[in-house]
């Protein structure tokens, strides 16, 4: 990326915004007003003049880069060069990770479209994190903030914005006797992670190099910021609760430019707010500091797709999956997921923490027994996988080779580290296009004896329509008292505490609008999101309160401040006000967010 140079002397972005028509936007009395009831765009005269750029270019220490946005040489000629060297890289996220004017999700049908900033402010420390955030009050702009950009509903990109990108800070760094600033109490284990760590960085740091463990995600690729500031599953949260719930302090430039330190002890309704009250929305986080876990000797998996003959077979095999899962399944060993499909298969990809290889064998010779004694009505398809392996080594990368375990894809591009990895299972996550998406927290309600058959026949009647994915670790009911009260004081929705499991349907294509050849299939889309609903109301028929996962939910969500934040909205909006009055701070559905409108840039009312 070119640094800024020659801009400043020159008129902007082609729509005759020069020095002297913009030279007002450096005076003081013309900053931003409280309350103020549009944000400032490129096209506007009052956009900040060169010189006003120049000066923040300067703070934060020649930083401030113009945005290029490398899908626009496909818009322009699939056949160039740069196109290409687009297509080459588009599917690995790290490519993606490095652009600031990319994101790893580039769209959702009718809802958005990944766009770049007109100014990225690539911040190491935070100082220039506070430059930005002044920088963006004063002068009315729309603000973002992005480390791994990843959020499905765009909140990690907008048109004519400035960007705050942590990418560069992801130092780690361990600590065997920490104390929150200004606390007293035990000094414990953890680990302070940048805000553009990665997961994959933070596991390499704590689990394969320190031996330990730290509640994060289960995409290797998410930022740990977003993550934790989200609520935040892991594959292992059944036992460890939330990353939210793991969240000790953290760093955060709030509205006012302060670098501030919020934990159980200072600032502490800002502290609560970041544990789950949705990212970019109360702050720009600078770092995080997190709970370090002992590390069990194994962790394992239970990997099987099983075919049924026909729909009445498959009614069976739900009915008997749901028992065998109350029965031998619910508890704070096994997490991940179950998917339900339209064709009648059961696909199980499931992970086990703390059991041995024969112990996980015991556990699932029940249910294969049951399955061999219809043949006629169900399969197996391929060598089921049942085992575990040393908890240390699950994100080794080496380790994985060694051992023929073919689980993770790699960054190849010239020069990238060997740790840049990432699941070959979150493959189709890497530049999609989403039809839509929605989840439902499933309550433990549901597998009690007089429910779970109407459980079995409403994921059978949902698959009927899209393909229903049960993720069990997402759900805390079964887990250990100390997880499940570690999130009870966290922003996230109450109703996880009681949730055996998080019901996600989804559907996405690829491509990108204007480029030839490559468009996303709007029409499929749009059948797609009916269907999705459709299958996600059979499940709603039978849970009595309609909650979700902000990170991962219909960015057409309905009554989304109950959905994702239950009885907690208003003491979050409470928060809101007091540390972001003026809203600098705008994620689509939001806390918030319903006072602006839905570009965030036109204050309502």
Not at 43 to 55: I, L, M, T, V
Not at 183 to 205: E, F, H, N
Not at 331 to 336: A, K, M, P, R
Not at 466 to 475: A, M, Q, R, S
Request: glycine share 10%.
């Amino acid at each position: 990326m070119a640094a800024l140079g020659p801009l400043w002397a020159r008129e902007l972005w082609g729509t005759g915004n020069s020095l002297a028509r913009n030279v007002g936007s450096a005076n003081p009395q013309n900053a931003a007003r409280a309350g103020a009831q549009n944000r400032r765009r490129p096209s506007d005269a009052n956009w900040p003049s060169p010189s006003a750029w120049k000066r923040l270019n300067d703070e934060v220490d020649g930083n401030l880069i113009p945005v290029e946005f490398p899908i626009e040489a496909c818009v322009k000629d699939t056949g160039s060069a740069a196109c290409q060297n687009l297509l080459n890289n588009i599917h690995n996220p790290y490519y993606i990770g490095d652009q600031p004017g990319l994101t790893q999700t580039l769209g959702w049908v009718d809802a958005w479209v990944s766009k770049p900033s007109v100014y990225v402010v690539e911040a190491s420390n935070a100082d220039h994190i506070a430059a930005a955030v002044n920088f963006a009050r004063e002068n009315d702009l729309r603000l973002v903030v992005k480390g791994g950009g990843h959020s499905y509903q765009g909140t990690s990109n907008a048109a004519d914005s400035l960007l705050v990108w942590t990418r560069r800070m992801h130092d780690i760094t361990m600590h065997d006797t920490f104390v929150p600033q200004g606390c007293k109490g035990s000094p414990q284990r953890a680990v302070t992670l940048g805000s553009g760590a990665i997961w994959m960085q933070a596991y390499d740091a704590v689990t394969t190099k320190g031996g330990a463990y730290v509640q994060g995600g289960g995409c290797t690729t998410v930022g740990v910021a977003g993550l934790v500031q989200g609520g935040g599953f892991g594959s292992f949260s059944k036992h460890y609760g939330t990353a939210a719930a793991g969240l000790l302090e953290a760093e955060v430039i709030t509205a006012d430019g302060k670098v501030r330190i919020a934990n159980a002890c200072t600032n502490p309704d800002l502290f609560w707010a970041l544990k789950g009250g949705g990212g970019g929305t109360f702050g720009a986080v600078s770092k995080v500091t997190l709970r370090a876990r002992e590390l069990p000797e194994f962790w394992g998996a239970a990997i099987l797709t099983v075919k049924a003959a026909s729909d009445e077979a498959f009614r069976r095999l739900l009915r008997y999956f749901v028992d065998f899962y109350r029965e031998h399944l619910f508890n704070d060993h096994w997490g991940e997921q179950a998917r339900m499909t339209s064709d009648n298969v059961l696909d199980l990809v499931m992970v086990c923490h703390d059991l041995s290889t024969e112990e996980v064998k015991k556990i699932w010779q029940p249910f294969l027994d049951w399955i061999a004694r219809s043949p006629s009505a169900y399969s197996i398809g391929g060598q089921p996988i049942l085992g575990s392996m040393p908890a240390r080594h699950w994100w080794d990368v080496e380790w994985r080779q060694q051992n023929h375990q073919a689980v993770f894809s790699l960054d190849r591009r010239p020069g990238a580290s060997s740790n840049n990895a990432w699941w070959t299972g979150d493959a189709g996550q890497v530049a999609w296009f989403l039809y839509g998406y929605e989840s439902l927290w499933m309550p433990a309600s549901l597998l009690e004896d007089d429910s779970r058959e109407r459980l079995a026949q409403a994921l059978f009647a949902g698959s009927r329509h899209k393909d229903i994915e049960l993720h069990f670790n997402k759900g805390l009911a079964g887990g250990p008292r100390e997880a499940i009260e570690a999130t009870r004081d966290t922003a996230t929705n109450p109703a996880v505490l009681n949730a055996f499991a998080l019901a996600i349907v989804g559907d996405a294509g690829g491509g990108y609008p204007g480029v030839q050849g490559h468009e996303p299939n709007v029409e499929a889309g749009r059948k797609a999101r009916q269907e999705i609903h459709k299958c996600v109301n059979e499940l709603r028929a039978i849970v009595p309160q309609d909650g979700a996962y902000v990170s991962e939910s219909n960015f057409f969500q309905e009554n989304w401040q109950q959905a994702y934040w239950g009885g907690n909205y208003e003491r979050l909006a409470a928060v809101k006000k007091k540390y972001d009055p003026t809203g600098l701070f705008f994620v689509h559905n939001g806390v918030g967010s319903e006072e602006w409108s839905e570009d965030g840039f036109v204050r309502k009312g």
